[in-house]
């Protein structure tokens, strides 16, 4: 049992309650280079299979060694048309060859994300097209393991503060900032409990 786990029960009886008959939640963190991004970007709006069979795809037709990370030289040369040509759609394709660029250029850089500050991540990651703030909250909770994060637009989040609060309606984004403060500072914390609180059909 972590210690943000015991600060949030205390701050929050409510959400305590709901947090005990769930139980401890695992944690886990992966790292987050040019692979990684292609990887989201190639899933968005996909299932699982089916984006990992587009993924290997575009790994083995731009040559990326087995077992082996996508770097953004790898890319950076091809058109778009050879990618779509791999699975991917048009938009698809210029969202990652518009990584590669970036990455390429400098106005992506990943070995230095773990000292930026959450909102610097997501002003440099959403300048890259096809990557949007929900996005990189996920990054920024699952990959990166930042402890307060709060994706106001996420049904999920919303649905499971609707669930906490008894409200008979989906809260406003001004309620949620507002009932959050308490969480401070292990709000994605209390986000994986607000998942788990909705999907569970335990509390309504």
């Not at 040559?63 to 950076?76: D, S, V």
């Given at each position: 049992?972590?210690?943000?786990y ?6 929050d ?8 008959a769930?139980?401890?939640l695992?944690?886990t ?20 299979k ?8 575009l ?7 087995l077992?082996?990370?996508?770097l953004p030289?790898m890319?950076?040369?091809?058109a778009?048309?050879t990618?779509r040509?791999?699975?991917l759609?048009r ?5 990652i ?12 850089r ?5 000292d930026?500050?959450d909102?610097e ?13 929900w996005?990189?909250?996920m ?9 307060d994060?709060?994706?106001v637009?996420?049904?999920g989040?919303q649905?499971g503060?609707?669930l ?13 900032l507002q009932r ?6 292990h ?5 994986r ?12």
């Amino acid at each position: 049992m972590t210690e943000a786990y015991k600060v949030l029960r205390r701050a929050d009886p409510a959400l305590g309650a709901m947090m005990e008959a769930i139980g401890p939640l695992e944690s886990t963190t992966r790292p987050v280079d040019f692979h990684t991004m292609v990887e989201v970007i190639v899933g968005q709006q996909l299932s699982l299979k089916a984006a990992d069979t587009i993924f290997q795809r575009l790994c083995c037709g731009v040559e990326c060694p087995l077992e082996g990370r996508l770097l953004p030289e790898m890319l950076i040369d091809h058109a778009p048309e050879t990618l779509r040509l791999l699975g991917l759609s048009r938009q698809k394709s210029g969202y990652i060859l518009d990584l590669a660029g970036k990455s390429v250029g400098g106005e992506v850089r990943f070995d230095h994300f773990e000292d930026l500050p959450d909102e610097e991540i997501i002003r440099e990651l959403t300048a890259v097209k096809g990557i949007g703030v929900w996005t990189v909250q996920m990054i920024l909770m699952f990959s990166l393991g930042r402890p307060d994060v709060l994706p106001v637009d996420d049904l999920g989040i919303q649905h499971g503060i609707r669930l906490l609060d008894g409200l008979s309606e989906k809260p406003t984004k001004a309620y949620m900032l507002q009932r959050a403060e308490v969480w401070r500072p292990h709000r994605s914390l209390a986000c994986r409990y607000l998942w788990r609180i909705k999907d569970s059909g335990l509390f309504g």
